[in-house]
T-cell receptor, first 114, second 114 residues
C-alpha cells in the first residue's frame, strides 16, 4: 500500500518568514495530494490540494508543488503569521472510483514566533 | 455546511469493556472513515465504508470492528478495550462523487482506557 513520509516533525519560524514542509510518497499511482491543517483542539481541515496533472498550485500565501518523478510534494507558506501555527498533514490518494482513501503523513507541528 | 458529529468528546473506559464510538454526518455522504490520531504517528485509517452495510479494513483494523446500518451513521466498536487503544479517534466523510475535495472530519473523541 501507499506510504507517506513527512518532514520535519516540528518547525519553528519567525513571523514573516517562509515555512516549507515536505512529503514523499511510495505509490506512483497516487494522483491526488491534499494538505490539512489542524489547530489545537480542532478537527483537520483542508487548506489546499493538487492533482498529479499539475506541478504547482497557489492560493494567496499558500502554495503546493509536486514532483511526480521524484514522488515528493511540498507545502510552502509565505509571510507566516501567528495564526498559521498548527499541525499540518500531507496525504496521498489513488483516485480509482468511489472507494478512495487517503494515506496521511505523520504531521508537522508549525510554530510561528513573534 | 457539512456537519460530522461524534457521540462523545471524552470517554474513559476500563480494560476489557466493550466500547462504541458513534459518528453521524448530515450531508448524505456515501464514504465514511474512522482514524486514530497519535503523536508522531499522524492519522491512521482503522476502517472505512463505501456505503450502507459495506466496510473495508484500513491500515490498523486489529482490535476494532465497525457497523454501518444507516447511511448517516458509522460506528466504531472496540470489542475488548485495551490500554494501547487509548487515543484520539476521528471520524470523516466524503461524497462518493467527490474523488477530490475535502474529506470532512468530526471533532474527535479522546478515549482513555485504564
Amino acid at each position: 500500500g501507499e506510504n507517506v513520509e513527512q518532514h520535519p516533525s516540528t518547525l519553528s519560524v519567525q513571523e514573516g518568514d517562509s515555512a516549507v514542509i515536505k512529503c514523499t510518497y511510495s505509490d506512483s499511482a497516487s494522483n491526488y495530494f491534499p494538505w490539512y491543517k489542524q489547530e489545537l483542539g480542532k478537527r483537520p481541515q483542508l487548506i489546499i490540494d493538487i492533482r498529479s496533472n499539475v506541478g504547482e498550485k497557489k492560493d494567496q500565501r499558500i502554495a503546493v508543488t509536486l514532483n511526480k518523478t521524484a514522488k515528493h510534494f511540498s507545502l510552502h507558506i509565505t509571510e507566516t503569521q501567528p495564526e498559521d501555527s498548527a499541525v499540518y498533514f500531507c496525504a496521498a490518494k489513488v483516485i480509482t472510483g468511489g472507494g478512495n482513501k487517503l494515506t496521511f503523513g505523520t504531521g508537522t507541528q508549525l510554530k510561528v514566533e513573534l | 455546511d457539512v456537519k460530522v458529529t461524534q457521540s462523545s468528546r471524552y470517554l474513559v473506559k476500563r480494560t476489557g469493556e466493550k466500547v462504541f464510538l458513534e459518528c453521524v454526518q448530515d450531508m448524505d455522504h456515501e464514504n465514511m472513515f474512522w482514524y486514530r490520531q497519535d503523536p508522531g504517528l499522524g492519522l491512521r485509517l482503522i476502517y472505512f465504508s463505501y456505503d450502507v452495510k459495506m466496510k473495508e479494513k484500513g491500515d490498523i483494523p486489529e482490535g476494532y470492528s465497525v457497523s454501518r446500518e444507516k447511511k448517516e451513521r458509522f460506528s466504531l466498536i472496540l470489542e475488548s478495550a485495551s490500554t494501547n487503544q487509548t487515543s484520539m479517534y476521528l471520524c470523516a466523510s466524503i461524497a462518493v462523487g467527490l474523488a477530490v475535495g475535502e474529506q470532512y472530519f468530526g471533532p474527535g473523541t479522546r478515549l482513555t482506557v485504564t
